[in-house]
């Protein structure tokens, strides 16, 4: 797994089994492979508002594919073999027109993966949720379902968008992006300091929120939106304040507070109208001790990071992917079932997600066989 950040290669090693209507869920292993920072950077170049050709986006599939390949053979040296790898891949676009997704672009192919592991790959998730009318996204929505369902609960995960699960519904689960999360933050801090991210918060920590700033922001119909939704980098990209301040001046550290304002108040915006009894963070922010900070202030419900619950945070989104691939290997929907009997997603109904890269040698089969035609008139 490579989120919108594209800060390193998420990996995580899970051991599923079956038995009286449960599946046990064995989390073996996890740990992150750093991109090639001249990889990374072309990866982050190719990004809206950047233009970019189809050869980039050519090369790009081949490198990252052959990137997760090498994450893959590194995570099975440390874990031992896997019969399965299930590859999110690089989201390089998600197409969202007048409030329904169109398509979603991700690039790492999957036959570089097979090749460097001889294990068969399941990728490509998000399209068929998208074919059958839905968001392609969140698709954490049926791992957040599966545990944590039973009690009125929202699952957060702060990456680059932010994004949220309300499980344990009378009538389903609701799931959607709320925003962004760490995007905005990290384009500023690349741009005005060099930095990857306001590390620790502490830039925000050192402003004051310009409410003027932070109210034009939040007047962005996106958020007025209702669940499901979808949002990306293309949307919300580095130019994305500018364009929405033009006339307002918003620098230094001010930046980075209003900026972390926009985030905790969009997510608890959406969380709190759920009226659930706890919210479970994962993903990068959680490392914002700030950020949490808001949030916890901001939210209704008592706020938890997934470690506190059994779950490595950082690892989260691999270990989703994990069973979306042994579901889609098993011939079972990825997305749960939400308001109305809907997916999840806002799709017509659940879909068993991904398409499979067969594991093979490619030699020939023994012994030759040959092709014989027969036309239909023929008895």
Known sequence: MSGTSADAIDC??????????????????????????????????????????VADWCQLDTEIGQAFGAAASAAIAEAGPVDLIAS????????????????????GNPAWIQAATGTPVVSDFRIADIAAGGHGAPLTSTFDAMWLGETPTALLNLGGIANVTVVGLSDGALTGDTGPANCLLDAAAHRFHGLPADLGGALAR????????????????????????????????????ARRLVDVTLEGADLFATLTELTARTVADVINRASVRRVVASGGGIH????????????????LTADELGLPSDAKEAYVFALLGYLSATGRPGVVVGAGGRAATGATHPTVLGTLTPAGSGQPAAPAITLALHNQEEA
């Open 12 to 53: 995580a090693v899970a051991e599923f089994s079956e038995a009286g209507g449960r599946l046990d869920m064995r989390l073996l292993w996890h740990g992150e492979q750093p991109w090639d920072e001249g990889l990374r950077a072309r990866i982050l170049g190719v990004l809206p508002p950047a233009t970019s050709t």
């Open 206 to 241: 050192a402003g004051r929120v310009d409410e003027r700033a932070l109210a034009i922001l939040l007047a962005d119909p996106f958020f007025a939106q209702p669940l499901p939704r979808s949002t990306g980098r293309e949307y919300f990209d580095g130019d994305y304040v």
């Open 88 to 107: 999110h891949g690089q989201t390089l676009f998600h197409w969202v027109e007048n409030g329904k997704a169109r398509g979603s672009l991700q690039v």
């Open 288 to 303: 914002n001790p700030f950020l949490m900070e808001r949030l916890a202030a901001l939210l209704e419900a008592p706020l």
